[in-house]
């Protein structure tokens, strides 16, 4: 069955330091794929999603990822982080169901 | 604009209670999704329904039943609740390629 790893359970940045965090899911075929973000004490939004075309996604709020499809991965980046990016990020992946990773706690210090 | 509800923000039950957690959205979309969060464990999917009085089982949908009756509204079922359910209760929709929808949430807890 279809799974979902995030490389890093908790990151903590200084602001306007850049991020990367890792996606991987394990095997091909047509899928789509989702980066959703989780603020403190509201609930889920989507940060961005691939579906087929340009490999290079941007999503709101600065955001970026890149699908790799060669190594599975969908990495979410972000070239310069705010203390307001502080939340809980989510990748998943779709086939015939949407399967999440365990999601990665970002914490920006001030 | 797209809506997806749940009847309840908090819910506080007793060990041993049947437990109902409604959801419905107003997208006529086939397929809703229930997923449970909990802290280091992300989004587990409980059940999902492609359409009506269909549903799936997903990763743990021990202690759990579902009922879809109509498009829009696809219901949880913790037929005796147990505290190891005290969770965060998360509805999804979709329509085929587009994105996921999520309702605000359902903190249930336990006792």
């Known amino acids: 069955a279809q799974s979902v790893s995030q490389h890093n359970h908790h990151v903590i940045l200084s602001e306007a330091a850049s991020l990367e965090l890792g996606c991987n899911y394990s095997?091909?075929?047509?899928?789509?794929l989702f980066w959703y973000v989780q603020y403190p004490g509201q609930h889920l939004q989507l940060l961005l999603k691939?579906?087929?075309?340009?490999?290079l996604v941007k999503g709101i709020k600065g955001f970026e990822a890149e699908f790799i499809k060669s190594k599975f991965s969908f990495n979410l980046r972000k070239p310069s982080v705010q203390w307001s990016d502080t939340a809980e990020y989510f990748c998943?992946?779709?086939?015939?169901?949407?399967?999440f990773g365990k999601g990665t706690r970002l914490h920006i210090l001030p | 604009d797209v809506k997806v509800t749940q009847s309840s923000r908090y819910l506080v039950k007793r060990t041993g209670e049947k437990v109902f957690l409604e959801c419905v959205q107003d997208?006529?979309?086939?397929?809703m999704f229930w997923y449970r969060q909990d802290p280091g464990l992300g989004l587990r999917l409980i059940y999902f329904?492609?359409?009506?009085?269909?549903?799936e089982k997903g990763d743990i949908p021990e202690g759990y039943s579902v009922s879809r009756e109509k498009k829009e509204r696809f219901s949880l079922i913790l037929e005796s609740a147990s505290t190891n359910q005290t969770s965060m209760y998360l509805c999804?929709?979709?329509?085929?390629?587009?994105?996921?929808?999520f309702g605000p949430g359902t903190r249930l807890t336990v006792t």
């Open positions: 998943a992946v779709r086939d015939d169901k949407i399967i």
């Open positions: 691939y579906f087929s075309g340009d490999p």
């Open positions: 329904s492609y359409d009506v009085k269909m549903k």
């Open positions: 999804a929709t979709f329509r085929t390629l587009t994105e996921q929808y």
């Open positions: 095997y091909g075929g047509t899928v789509n």
């Open positions: 997208m006529d979309h086939e397929n």
